[in-house]
């Protein structure tokens, strides 16, 4: 499927990987719907890129909001052709605080809303819109992207809630894939490594080097730029489904 003239549905697409996919894509002759949170840059990439991007605020692990959204975004472009999941969130914690003591319940259910439940939601959204879709000559109606993480295989001590949602996503990917070949609609997962995101400006020096330590080569934090690169192949390749891509320049996390 080519990227000229399709819409994309792009979560998290105000900030991170997700505003790498919405600049990729919109540079590549595509129109991109941000389902996001942060009103401020979802109103900056807009403004930046004209009636190319429309920001909706949608927390995707509301079926109500998700579904509202969903709507809005086919009103506004007629259809829906691609749907990237990269909402999430990662505050380590342990499941035995210092003291030994149980942290609470809520904060594992948190994470699986968003990271898992979330994914789940935007896209059986995306696959009811896309399978209306005129096909083209592959009888492609559609292309799914969720995101995992290479904590998917390999978590740290504190990503228990983390690595069991990406886990999560990483085991739907093939099961959805072969539903959805019915309509024509592929399933794909990317699993990033260690990506220079927002989040790792916060971290001390000697952490990202810790990190930096654990790539194979090229030994550097990856570029959302280049997660963006690959969604936009993935998109245009037909014979990429039902699999998660490692993008991680062979890196393995430690266990902590």
């Given at each position: 499927m080519e990227l000229k003239g399709k819409t994309a549905v792009v979560t998290g697409g105000a900030s991170g990987?997700?505003?790498?996919?919405?600049?990729?894509?919109?540079?590549?002759?595509?129109?991109?719907?941000?389902?996001d949170l942060n009103d401020e840059l979802g109103a900056e990439m807009e403004a930046t890129h004209g009636g190319k991007v429309a920001y909706l605020k949608t927390n995707v692990a509301s079926e109500d909001e998700v579904s509202a959204s969903m709507a809005s975004a086919k009103d506004k472009f007629g259809t829906i052709d691609i749907a990237v999941n990269c909402?999430?969130?990662?505050?380590?914690?342990k499941v035995l605080d210092r003291e030994g003591n149980r942290n609470p319940l809520s904060y594992f259910q948190k994470i699986i809303s968003v990271n898992l439940i979330g994914?789940?939601?935007?896209?059986?959204?995306?696959?009811?819109?896309?399978?209306?879709?005129?096909?083209?000559?592959?009888?492609?109606?559609g292309v799914i992207i969720n995101t995992a993480s290479v904590a998917a295989y390999e978590g740290q001590i504190g990503q228990a809630?983390?690595?069991?949602?990406?886990?999560?996503v990483v085991g739907l990917t093939l099961p959805v894939a072969r539903e959805l070949a019915r309509s024509g609609i592929r399933v794909m997962t990317i699993a990033p490594g260690f990506i220079h995101t927002p989040l790792f400006d916060g971290l001390p020096e000697a952490a990202v080097e810790s990190l930096t330590q654990q790539v194979v080569f090229p030994k550097r934090l990856g570029q959302p730029a280049e997660y963006a690169k690959l969604a936009g192949h993935i998109v245009e390749n037909a014979y990429l489904n039902g699999e998660t891509i490692r993008m991680d320049a062979a890196a393995r996390m430690a266990p902590k």
């Open positions: 990987l997700g505003r790498a996919t919405v600049e990729y894509f919109v540079n590549n002759g595509a129109n991109a719907v941000i389902f909402a999430g969130i990662g505050t380590p914690q994914t789940y939601n935007v896209l059986s959204h995306a696959a009811e819109a896309m399978q209306s879709n005129t096909p083209n000559a592959d009888r492609e109606r809630a983390y690595s069991a949602s990406k886990g999560g």
